[in-house]
């Protein structure tokens, strides 16, 4: 089966997908949360993650209220925690140390769309991908863990960069919004591909092999068709640059 | 066999070589604003797309040597290790380790560019090879036991191990708060994340397959 997707739509104003969005503990693209922001069904930072949005919208917080802030508080300032609270959001406290924050909340935000009926066709993460390494691997297997969470498919961007971890099977993307940069690579993060074939990139793979320390995808680019198809064996991580 | 090593021991000494790959040569330039020329790298090296024009003009002028790498079957970081591997056999250093500065933040495919270098320095180098960059340090454990000292002073709270490329069928830790018993690691199993040590300032790791240690460093 042939999943059909445009990675960077939810960053068009006029763009078609509906999606949710998380906040997660990393500094953002101020231009990238506001469009986010305006356009998502959902919206819930992920413990540090309110200290971001507290921030990132100072001087109109309250015109930005999450629908709800869950983790297990440590990130969290304060202060930050008091003023959503007092302004009624939703505080969900998941002591679950088997599993990240970013996991949990996406359990939660799963459940939450089925109790809303909500037409979804994305989530998209905000953050998750600079600063400590153990933490972006952490955002990594979060994706491997979100597809026995949500039949979603889950994005995660932080500044110039977005993943996305493509299961067994076909892909086609779209990458014709012009707010795709140039690069883009393809990784094989968590175990080797036996067999990955693509079209729409300068250097395709052919039933190839894609195995740290044999080969992976990076600094790839794209040829002028504005579609990139992928067929892997096995979970394969996409990325891809955004236009800054 | 088993390596014993000190992670962070670099932090403290002096570098034998010192090598900037392409675009790195930029930031030497202006984290040395002022003073440039009391730190002139033994050799910048790469396919030059990044580095800007002035300064390898300052640093050619200066007599630094500048090897143009246009293999592009790999990147500019592991070409540039094939050559420093070169050059200490050529000059036979004596060396430990190999520091790199950079490569775990920005572009999410040159993090994982500089992971896979790490698989390939395997057979490039039979040295160790650590990278490090803000907080984060990482380091690429062959199969078999390691025994990593953790006592500088320097080590920030959170550490790691991190299946990349490969699950591992079996590691066994000791030095950690969460410590492994034979346990698999996997991505989308278990991966240790948000890890932290006991007192002993002494981890130890046994791992069947290439495992990916990263840990913090105070700031």
Redesign the interface.
Known sequence: MERVFTPLDCLLPAGNLKFCLLILNQPSNKGHFHCLWSKAALRACVDGGANHLYHITEGSQESFLPDYISGDFDSIQPEVKEYYKAKGCELIETMDQDF?DFTKCLQILQKKIEEKSLQIDIIVTLGG??????????S??TL??A?NITPLPVIVIQ?????CLLQPGKHELRVDTGLEGT???L??????CDSVTTTGLKWNLTNQVL???TL?S???TYDNSGIVTIETDK?LLW?M?IKT
């Open positions: 990240t991908l600079g600063g400590r390494f153990d933490q972006i691997m952490a990594v297997e491997f863990h597809t500044e110039c960069s977005l993943i690069w883009c690579g990784i094989p993060v968590g175990n080797p195995k740290f320390g992976v990076t600094s790839n979970p990325t640059a």
